[in-house]
């Protein structure tokens, strides 16, 4: 029964056994397709521009511009005078480069032209190219997509690019520098290697099985021997029933890494919410009765007039929005109606507004007037709103405040009369600025949290694509430790790995690539 069993298994489980090679993305391969050109700069009037080749034609295309001089050493800056190959006529006095393939971005043969900024030095440049045979223009994303398929970056690393090209504030760039660098990539091989590690055991296990002559030892992997070796039978089959397949079929050592493994992508996982927020921004809503000085505080932080700031009360009803740079995070800050009842319909509806944003709020800044906090809708707004997140559970989701008293310059040297019990609390005025340099750090200690730190934290989770490749990841490890069949462990411990190695563009599909690769801009 039981060789039946192993067989069964052994046949199941031929499949690939190794980890999948990263198939093509359908940029052309190296050295076959066209050369490509683009300027690779900002568009528009500046000092020097950058136009750049990739592709077998790079080095005729620089000797045709440059003639009648030679190819210039490699990797070094030359001063060459680019003329039309057409009409012999000089275009610019430029700095060129040589980088012959593989040792380039792309890892085809490329050069670099720097050349004067002006419109038509970079549009007679860019014509000479065109006209020279073999060469064409580049299309976005094109010269990163040719070094993804030439190994030269991974899938994580490419995202890191495009999320370094569009970061806007420091933290966003820290981030996208460290998935640049591989962070995440790296990580996700590790953790790969972990499973084919744990998936050869089982299917040496499942050869095995078959295998009569098996030697005594043969199983022994890293000072454990396999609980089911036939010559050190620790646990008899037999016992099968009652215990988890995978319990019984990885030595402890690669068991305990399997587990760790599992723990470790839970602990990702739960962080993913802030990697996504460090990328598309972080929900910053200020919320308090009327007249704390909200849009005082909403226009003083994001240095433009957002709101209508006036000493009439419910002067702000919609909620107005302004994405703004927080102590070097990304911050979507929403201003919104002040919370009071009994009013006309146009406030309500602004108040209701208000409360719906309030759900979606990462961090809330809750305001009040630091004058006036003996007063009813002072006490409310603290005994609802502020109560109330106080009382969350802290967990990922779960939303932060930060409590600000608001008009210090109202206030005597001895600071807040008598009034209602306060939590933690800072004190700001926004008509003379004090008490702003404390809110600007209790913000980036907030938003670290609410964001993660990428000088401090593990490599962060920043798409959703991640998020869905270690989910499937952890949700197969699931399957791996409940299956009580040989061969559905090993399947399993294949799909594990495969989320994996998609995650860092192993096997990725077309149609990832193409999402990707949209965000790229010509000459990247
Ligand atoms: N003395 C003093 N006045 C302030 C301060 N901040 C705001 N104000 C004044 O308080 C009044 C209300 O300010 P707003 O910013 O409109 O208050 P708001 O909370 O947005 O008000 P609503 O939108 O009506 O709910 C205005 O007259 C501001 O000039 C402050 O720090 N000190
Ligand atoms: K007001
Ligand atoms: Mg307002």
Same mark, same amino acid.
């Given at each position: ?93 430029? *700095? ?137 039978? $620790? ?70 007039p957002v709101s209508i700031v006036s000493p009439e009360p419910g002067t702000t009803r919609d909620v107005l929005e302004t994405p703004v740079d927080l102590a070097g995070f990304p911050v979507l800050l ?50 609802t709103v502020v109560a109330s997140v106080g009382a969350q559970s802290p967990s990922d989701s779960s939303q932060r405040l930060l409590l600000v008293l608001n008009k210090s310059d109202l206030l005597s ?17 926004? *008509? ?33 694509? $991640?998020?869905?490749? *270690? ?54």
């Amino acid at each position: 029964m039981w060789r039946g069993l192993w067989t069964l298994a052994a046949q199941a489980a031929r499949g690939p056994r190794r980890l999948c090679t990263r198939r093509s993305s359908g940029a052309p391969a190296p050295g076959s397709g066209a050369t490509i050109f683009a300027l690779s700069s900002g568009q528009g009037r500046c000092g020097i521009a950058v136009i750049r080749t990739s592709g077998p034609a790079s080095g005729h295309a620089l000797r045709i511009l440059t003639a009648p001089r030679d190819l210039p050493l490699a990797r070094h800056a030359s001063l060459r005078l680019l003329s039309d190959p057409r009409s012999g006529e000089p275009l610019d006095r430029a *700095l060129v480069l040589w980088f012959p393939g593989p040792q380039s971005f792309t890892g085809e043969d490329c050069v670099e032209f720097h050349v004067h900024g002006g419109p038509a030095v970079v549009s007679g440049v860019l014509q000479a190219l065109g006209s020279v045979p073999g060469l064409r223009p580049a299309e976005a994303g094109e010269f990163t997509r040719r070094a993804f398929a030439n190994g030269k970056l991974n899938l994580t690393e490419v995202e890191g690019l495009a999320d370094l090209i569009h970061a806007e504030t420091e933290a966003q760039r820290r981030q996208a520098l460290r998935q640049l660098d591989g962070e995440l990539g790296h990580l996700c091989r590790g953790w790969a290697e972990t499973l084919t590690k744990a998936l050869a055991h089982v299917e040496a296990y499942i050869d095995f099985g078959e295998d009569d002559n098996l030697e005594e030892g043969v199983l022994e992997q890293g000072g454990s021997t396999w609980w089911w070796g036939r010559k050190t039978p $620790h646990i008899s089959p037999q016992r099968l029933p009652s215990l988890s397949l995978s319990a019984c079929l990885l030595s402890p050592t690669a068991d305990i890494k399997v587990r760790a493994l599992e723990v470790a992508l839970g602990a990702h996982l739960r962080d993913a919410r802030r990697g996504q927020r460090l990328r598309s921004g972080a929900h910053v809503v200020v919320t308090g009765p009327p007249n704390a000085g909200k849009s005082s505080l909403v226009n003083l932080l994001s240095r433009k007039p957002v709101s209508i700031v006036s000493p009439e009360p419910g002067t702000t009803r919609d909620v107005l929005e302004t994405p703004v740079d927080l102590a070097g995070f990304p911050v979507l800050l929403s201003d919104t109606a002040g919370l009071r009842e009994g009013v006309g319909p146009v406030e309500q509806e602004g108040v209701r507004r208000a409360r719906e944003r309030l759900e979606q709020a990462d961090l809330i800044l809750a305001m009040l007037d630091a004058s006036d906090l003996a007063s009813p809708s002072s006490c409310n707004f603290l005994a609802t709103v502020v109560a109330s997140v106080g009382a969350q559970s802290p967990s990922d989701s779960s939303q932060r405040l930060l409590l600000v008293l608001n008009k210090s310059d109202l206030l005597s040297p001895e600071g807040p009369g008598p009034g209602p019990d306060l939590p933690p609390h800072l004190l700001l005025s926004c *008509l003379t600025g004090e008490g702003l340099d404390g809110l600007l750090e209790a913000l980036r200690k907030e938003l670290a949290a609410v964001c993660g730190d990428p000088s401090t934290d593990p490599p962060l989770l920043t798409r959703a694509r $991640h998020q869905h490749h *270690l989910q499937g990841c952890l949700d197969a490890l699931g399957h791996y430790k409940q299956s009580k069949d040989l061969a559905l462990a090993a399947e399993a411990l294949r799909v594990a790995r495969g989320h994996l190695t998609r995650l860092t563009g192993g096997g990725g599909t077309e149609e990832i690539l193409d999402i990707i690769f949209r965000d790229f801009c010509v000459g990247k």
